[in-house]
């Protein structure tokens, strides 16, 4: 089956062109000015964005948190996904039980996603203890699964200490994975936890105090550091919320540090700690790293502007509000972390950054789209408009509006953070692999069609 998707104004990490895209056996073949193919079906663009189905390469389905499981599998989440035009994404792992092997999340999460997911996927694995046996696994998983990247945190009760972290940052540059790190002060935010708790300060505005941004500064710091003295191990750093930890990013910039990326998510560009001030529905937003204020807010868009950030994702995490989060209603420690973002990023990137002249169209793909992929080893299959890659792309209306609300949205989860935002830019159509999986909000594909992607090096491994 051939497709053409005319005259659209296409949107590539490097410009924005009026053209066409021919599709053939579910890749783009190729991309012209003015192309013809009399037995394709033809998509009229005109007026719309074509820009590449977005890769969001942190999210949490079907995780087990404690207690508490995240309310979107594979199927719902990846539903949700594709209707806020992601087709890509790269699911981080939870912990698995205590001693047990890497092969075991590995394992687990292949019975939870395959099957399930409507997009393409991959997996971060998850590392909770390091010892001779799990150093030789990470290997072994690469060459055999395509997992090309590990998650450490510094925080949580299966975080890694120091000399365990840089066991393992030496072990990756020397088998070239990239490690990403969850990057906050353990000690820190255990002592405030605990003083706040035993103080009676248990609204969910003592979240962000109890982890406050210089938590994450300090242990941002020391990862690069640790990643240096490993001879520049590839290091991904997950979730940058604050100013001050973007300071530490820049020093290591400034410094020409090599092989590291930095991650910031939608909700640190567009929601600040005042959500917290109520103490119902401040609840919604109980994540880790919290929410922060506006000046960190102009920080990070300054960032991304400037090229010092080079990925926004949406660390989709999602628990019911009416149920799980009302575990935190007497004491926000006992809230489970995470909230929804998988299916609002791109509008809201859009709106808030393209349309709001934050940052480029071409920006904008670079940052959803290209960088993720190139940093987990996807690119040029995913993230890019190019001859040879999967034919993933969305078109964007730019001239519609719509208010964000939860009765819109197709995660399994009951609330959006973002109720009520009004946007610019409406996505009227996803296609993954030259199949049109999303139209008008409506989703059309089936479950399971998306594919398993065994991952190359990222480049910042090479």
């Not at 792992?93 to 590995?106: D, E, I, N, R, T």
């Amino acid at each position: 089956m051939k497709l053409l998707v005319k005259n659209g104004m296409i949107a590539t990490e490097s410009q924005v062109f009026q053209g066409d895209i021919l599709i053939e056996d579910e890749k783009i073949k190729s991309i012209g000015t003015v192309l013809e193919e009399p037995d394709a079906e033809v998509i009229d663009a005109t007026g719309r964005y074509v820009i590449p189905g977005g890769v969001d390469v942190h999210t949490h389905m079907d995780l087990q948190a404690g207690k508490y499981r995240a309310v979107d599998d594979f199927y719902d989440g990846t539903v949700a996904a594709a209707c806020g035009g992601t087709t890509t994404i790269v699911d981080h792992m939870a912990f698995g039980p205590k001693g047990c092997s890497l092969w075991h999340q590995v394992e687990e999460y292949h019975r939870l996603a395959d099957g399930k997911s409507v997009i393409d996927y991959g997996f971060h694995g998850v590392i909770q203890h390091v010892n001779a046996s799990i150093l030789g696994e990470m290997k072994e998983i690469a060459e055999n699964d395509g997992i090309t990247s590990f998650k450490v945190y510094t925080t949580y009760d299966d975080m890694l200490t120091d000399d365990e972290i840089f066991q393992v940052l030496k072990e990756a540059k020397k088998d070239g994975i990239v490690i990403a790190v969850h990057c906050e002060n353990d000690g820190v935010i255990n002592y405030l936890r605990k003083t706040y708790r035993e103080s009676g300060c248990t609204e969910p505005k003592y979240h962000p105090l109890s982890r406050p941004a210089r938590c994450e500064a300090e242990a941002v710091d020391r990862l690069l550091h640790l990643a240096a003295m490993a001879g520049d191990a590839p290091l991904y750093i997950v979730h940058l919320s604050s100013k001050e930890g973007l300071m530490e990013v820049m020093k290591a910039r400034a410094s020409h540090q090599k092989n590291f990326a930095v991650e910031t998510c939608t909700q640190y560009l567009t929601l600040t700690d005042e959500m917290y001030e109520d103490p119902k529905e401040g609840l919604k937003a109980i994540m880790s790293p919290p929410l922060r204020k506006k000046e960190d807010q102009d920080a990070l868009w300054q960032a991304l502007k400037d090229g010092v950030i080079d990925v926004v994702a949406t660390d989709h995490c999602p628990f019911h509000f009416g149920k799980e989060k009302q575990a935190g209603a007497q004491d926000f420690t006992a809230c489970p972390n995470g909230a929804p973002g998988v299916e609002e990023r791109m509008r809201i990137l859009f709106s808030e950054g393209v349309m709001k002249g934050r940052i480029t169209l071409p920006q904008l793909v670079q940052y959803l789209c290209m960088n993720p992929s190139r940093m987990y080893g996807l690119y040029p299959q995913k993230g890019t408009l190019l001859p040879g890659s999967d034919a993933d792309l969305i078109l964007l209306n730019p001239e519609k509006e719509r208010i964000l609300t939860h009765a819109d949205m197709h995660s399994a989860v009951d609330y959006t953070c973002y109720e009520g935002m009004a946007v610019k830019g409406e996505i009227e159509l996803v296609m993954q692999r030259g199949h049109v999986i999303v139209k008008e909000n409506q989703f059309l594909g089936k479950k399971g069609d998306g594919k398993y992607l065994k991952r190359h090096k990222s480049v910042l491994a090479e």
